[in-house]
């Protein structure tokens, strides 16, 4: 199947603790990113990757660090958890918009249910 | 902050009706917009997109409309089916920026059998 794949679908976790969430796509896109969805359903962007570098980075807390190891993959590390982590993260890509126009479709992964406890 | 907002957080129809789904948008410099349908347990869904130099775009039993005047996006699902039942959500791009999306809050669309 093509498409984002996220791993895990669900993480139950102890405040404080470490955990990372993986994303690959197999697209062939360029641009990667991290959204968060809160319990009211709300979408924001956290972090946007174009070929490994870092694009967009809007107010995530330095607990949250992605990491891009080639262009298909961006992962998610969130270090000491807490309580208001508890969200449905969702990883999602697309062409590169500087390159593909300056529209292009964003293809989300499945999501991953974060649950701090 | 938050620029894109929907008029109706719920909306239930009849299967068969045509669903018509508002959205708001606050900033003038945005240029490009996008439908998504997010169903129970998955990933939101690409379902159309307009650029701000069109009003109206079509698309197979959906229809997005844009009054810039007022900014004011709209979605028309024609015949709707039980299957549409989602959480839709419109996004904008503001022009100049990176591929950011910013989303609004999202409408629950329920149909009835």
């Known amino acids: 199947d093509t498409a984002v794949s996220q791993t895990p679908k669900y993480l139950v976790t102890q405040m404080g603790n470490d955990k990372s969430i993986k994303c690959e796509q197999n697209?062939?896109?360029?641009?990667m990113y991290w959204y968060k969805q809160d319990s009211k359903k709300f979408l924001k962007i956290m972090f946007s990757y174009n070929n490994k570098e870092l694009i967009i980075n809007e107010t995530v807390p330095n607990r949250f660090s992605p990491k891009s190891p080639d262009k298909a993959h961006l992962n998610l590390h969130i270090n000491s958890l807490e309580l208001g982590d508890s969200a449905v993260y969702f990883c999602?890509?697309?062409?590169?918009?500087?390159?593909?126009?300056?529209?292009?479709?964003?293809?989300f992964g499945p999501g991953t249910r974060l649950t701090v406890l | 902050g938050e620029s894109v907002g929907l008029h109706l957080p719920t909306l239930s129809v009849q299967e068969g009706d045509n669903s018509i789904i508002n959205c708001a948008y606050s900033?003038?410099?945005?240029?490009?917009f996008i439908w998504y349908k997010q169903e129970s347990g998955k990933g939101p869904q690409f379902i159309i997109d307009?650029?701000?130099?069109?009003d109206k775009r079509q698309g197979q039993r959906v229809t997005v409309l844009l009054n810039k005047t007022v900014k004011h996006l709209s979605l028309q699902i024609a015949a709707t089916q039980p299957g549409d039942s989602a959480v839709y959500f419109c996004?904008?791009?503001?022009?100049?920026?990176?591929?950011?999306?910013?989303f609004g809050k999202g409408t629950k669309l329920s149909v009835k059998p």
């Open positions: 999602a890509s697309s062409h590169d918009l500087r390159t593909s126009g300056f529209t292009d479709t964003q293809y």
């Open positions: 996004a904008e791009k503001v022009r100049g920026s990176q591929g950011n999306l910013i």
């Open positions: 307009i650029r701000s130099n069109m």
């Open positions: 900033n003038s410099a945005s240029d490009y």
């Open positions: 697209l062939g896109h360029d641009t």
